[in-house]
């Protein structure tokens, strides 16, 4: 099946058979909610979580991840990624996340231990288990998905599709150009947009308008549930750092990756041709996109824009909906 | 013209303006539009090298300013190459002759003998309300920076065309006065002065179309027609790039320095990246990013009312039938 990246809308038009999806993240108290949502979509198949060093350093992430994966009761294979980026020392958002990485409500200790393979052979072993091709999930730095096509060249085609958060078009936040997990990881990043995977983009651009605000927080709160509890309290806490800075809401950029997946109409975007900085002074994991098409290259990533806000909110009161 | 009202009552001094740029069609405009200014007294103009070379550039601008009846105003040369990196030019936009391929009368004036970093510095000295509109590369403009440590507390307006705070036309994120010399259009950036960046992000909307452009043909003066006829190239170079007419990206930094109103812009610290693998000669703006610069006195203009804009245009060109 020939799949254009843009078409992503057309992911279910074709079957009725849930979509399998890898999970890889550096939970963080967004890609916990995405994947709050990931778990609770009939359409989505989890074939394995992988976690990665970003938010916080790789244990912290990983016993969050086996932590989250308890509370939602995910009995699929975990594996820890690689404890720094390709090619770089590490960058942590403790000021985000806090101490932890997944600071705020209470949670279970992880159910079982992590299996002692790395991230990318999980994910190797997952691609080469799937009948059909899989979809990669990203919301942290890149560094497991690039060490998987650096180890695994020959898997590309049981690769769907990366529905990644990370970039910005025309914003960036840790740096004036740059989002946190590409400028974590640029050399994976760069891996990635090279590699002719189809990639949908949820950049900053899309991501900062997925704001839900402190109204919308005891909207899911009073859908009752300890899930439900859990996620109001993780919202609490991200959106004070936000709130600082001056946010209206807490950009639940992580969640835009799934939504794109499960909910493509509710997303606008745009395809364009993306090139990563590694090197530079102020631009070290730049995602440059060819809006004016100077370059004469054809697009290689779908690249969201603009999201329904009120429909976004619904599809998270609805997602903790689903745990009781 | 017999309006009362449009006369002011009392005389207001013209504000001194010096010009720097790399002739070029679009300077050409800028210097046709600033030729006929009440509020600016164009009292020097600089020729760099850039759209195509100085050799070029520097003829351009002292035949540009002979045809607007401005062999008054002196001309001095710049530098022939950006500070560190070899000149890369545009003649694909400009024309061979950076004037579209049109050829002007030679002007009786020749340029002035001292260089133009000492003729900007000179000026600034002499005139406490300079304003400087740079519409090239920023090389002249960094080099008088670099000579005279004391020139930026001197020279408080500088409006620039370059640059671009999101997309490019030259690279996917860069523009062409920038990447051309990106060391020296971060000399400007970081030296204190605070910079008004008119960049891609509101030129492309500063355009007439080829309607427009036919329109002004019909003025009939032989600033008209040089107009019209040295823009048909790069019109037709910009709407194969699918833009809606020809840009004209050096009249808006004038007109921005001349009256603001017709122009939306937002402060920001601005930065240029030099060594990126594809990013350098990026204008690195920190107006939606969560981590801000240190500096942030700059100011990206990102809006501008069009119909306004082209009257201007128009208003300015009918003057060469006036007299």
Redesign the interface.
Known sequence: MVETRSNIQTFYASTSQPLPIILDGDPGHDDAIAWVLARSRPELRILCVTSVCGNQTIEKTTYNAGRIMALLGMDVPLAMGLPKPLFRDPIIADTVHGKTGLDGPELPEPMKSPVACSAAELMAQCLKESDEPVVIVPTGPLTNVGALLLLYPELKSKIRHISLMGGG?????????AEFNILVDPDAAKIVFESGIPITMAG?DVT?RALVYPEDFERIRRVGNHVASVVAGWLEFFYHFHQS?GYPGAPVHDAVAVTALIRPEILTGEDL?V?V????????G?T????????GKPPNAYCLKDINRNAFVDLLVEAVTYYG | MTDIKMKPSAEKRSIPLFIDCDTGVDDAMALLCAAKMKSFDLIGVAAVAGNVALDKTLPNTLNVLALAGRTDVPVYKGAYKPLVRPLVSAPHVHGLNGLGGVELDSSPRKEEPEPAWDALYNAAMEHEDLVLVAVGPLTNVAKAFIKYRELPKRLSKIVIMGGAAVGGNTTPCTEFNIVTDPEAADVVFNSGVPIVMCGLDVTLKAYLTGTELDELAKLGTPQAIFSYQSQQNALRYEMSKGLPGICLHDPAALFFAEDETMFTARKAGIRVETRGSITSGKTVTDLDSDKKMSYREHRVVLDINRDAFRERIFTLMRKYSET
């Open positions: 078009i025309a914003r960036g936040n840790w740096t004036p150009a900053l900062e800075l041709y090139q900085e590694t090197k530079g002074v102020f631009c070290r730049a440059v996109g060819d809006l004016n098409k100077v370059s």
